[in-house]
């Protein structure tokens, strides 16, 4: 009967319900309402809803405003619902819906019983305000609506969990030697192409150098590894002996190609169009090109003033100059790192299973996690040994000071998350008889051998 019973269950995963952007000084008179819209998702919702439902929100942040005035709500939980709000600039609100996952169970007399989930749960168009000094509202309207029709189509809700929480950086672990060859190659490739303003390193979607402030190049790194470097999945090349195209006059054979850019360099007619970017918009406000290029695992960002417009000979130039020499040093990386695989035996199940993030640097590690993709979250433990990470994450939130919680989860593990510094360690033990004692021993283990530079309060 269990098993029936179970084949009855329905489960839904988080949805996104609704998501708009608004700015109560557009529209302060009755009647005039709308004008407070700047966008909103879905947009073929009645007009009157979507002023109700703006409104609401309007009251929810207001109302707090009398217990904080500093801190208004970030977000507010229903039995069905969650809004989440954010202010990015001074009046312009950012409002998200989510529908809390929900089981729907049959009762005895076969009856639908509906269980709410309830605790489970700008790069390229520059800020707001420079939108309206540019073309006033109408343009604002323009670049959101171009913008989030293709972005929220890249929201995976179901699989999201800790890591997006943090948004944070996975570094590439390097060896001395490989990682001046890189910088090398960085400096040459910036004295060579003199307009270059910054540069960012990447292999295997992980950074390892980048010019841009901190920000910024987290901001970028999400773009680039959710969105533009799944686009140009390759089959991986083992060696360079077979070019991906044909050897261009005068070229060492390489497996260079640019991501962002023109798709055929031979071709004369080839459009050198590049996605403008804008960095430090609290300061200098500077407006880019990103030039994406990519050589095997290898991938290189240069960012150029976008005043200059890059010709097709400025990109057969740096296809020859950066080609050969990105093939290269994306087979140096690949022979380093493997050796260094095969010293340490990473390659074995990790012995610990953890989840680290450092809010200074945002550099994030996990052994918990086999694949994590923008739509796929594939992690080696129950999904609700993650929801109690989630928990806990939600605690130092609300907590300034170090703190350590542990968790002794009904399936014989044990969840440890330790807070000091600005740093944040979560670690699931599968230990059936262990007591507190060894736990604590157990993690301290893991910080000796896997954080030996880093202070964690006792």
């Known amino acids: ?48 809803e979507k002023i109700r439902n703006v409104g609401l929100c309007e009251a929810i942040v207001q109302f707090t405003r009398t217990f904080s005035p500093s801190k208004p709500a970030k977000s507010l939980h229903t039995q069905k619902n969650r809004q989440f709000f954010n202010e990015p ?78 948004g944070g950086i996975s570094f590439f672990p390097l060896d001395k030697m490989t990682y001046l060859k890189i910088q090398s190659f960085i400096n040459k490739m910036e004295e060579s192409l003199n307009i270059v303003k910054y540069t960012a390193f990447l292999y295997n979607d992980q950074l390892i150098w980048s010019g841009l402030e901190q920000d910024d190049m987290r901001i970028l790194y999400k773009y680039l590894t959710t969105s533009l470097f799944p686009r140009h999945i390759e089959p991986e090349l083992a060696g360079r002996d077979s070019p991906i195209r044909a050897e ?23 459009k050198c169009r590049f996605p403008k970017i804008f960095v430090n918009t609290d300061d200098t406000y500077e407006e880019l090109h990103l030039i994406v290029y990519k050589a095997m695992s290898a991938a290189v960002c240069f960012m150029i003033d976008a005043s200059m417009q890059p010709s097709l000979d400025f990109c057969r130039r740096l296809d020859s100059i950066v080609g050969p020499q990105l093939t290269v040093l994306a087979s140096d990386i690949c022979e380093q790192y493997n050796i260094n695989k095969r010293i340490s035996g990473s390659e074995k199940e990790p012995q610990f299973k953890f989840i680290y993030f450092n809010h200074m640097n945002l ?73 507190l004692i060894e736990v604590n021993e157990e993690v301290k283990k893991l910080c000796a051998t896997q954080f030996n530079n880093i202070f964690f309060l006792d």
């Open 363 to 435: 550099a994030e590690k996990s052994t918990i996690h086999m694949r994590k993709t923008p739509s796929i979250s594939l992690t080696s433990v129950h999904p609700d040994l993650m929801k109690i990470l989630g928990d806990i994450n939600s605690d130092f939130t609300r907590m300034d000071e170090d703190e350590e919680i542990i968790v002794k989860a009904m399936s014989d593990y044990w969840v440890v998350g330790k807070k000091s510094d600005q740093r944040e360690l979560y670690v699931i033990l599968n230990q059936k008889n262990a007591n």
């Open 89 to 166: 600039e001074e009046n312009f609100w950012m409002v998200m819906v989510v529908r809390n996952p929900m089981i729907e169970k049959h009762s005895k007399d076969g009856k639908p019983i509906v269980e709410y989930q309830e605790e489970e749960l700008l790069l390229f168009n520059g800020t707001f305000l420079k939108a309206m000094e540019d073309g006033g509202v109408k343009v604002l309207k323009e670049r959101l609506e171009k913008f989030f029709h293709r972005y929220l189509q890249t929201l995976h809700l179901q699989s999201c969990d800790l890591l997006d929480i943090f």
């Open 248 to 270: 261009m006059p005068g070229n060492l054979q390489h497996y260079g190609r640019f991501l962002t850019g023109p798709l055929n360099l031979n071709d004369p007619e080839a």
């Open 1 to 48: 009967m269990a098993a029936a019973g179970a084949a009855q269950e329905k489960q839904f995963p988080p949805a996104l319900l609704s998501f708009f952007i608004y700015n109560p000084r557009f529209g302060p008179r009755e009647g005039e309402e709308e004008k407070k819209i700047l966008f909103y998702h879905p947009n073929e919702v009645e007009k009157n």
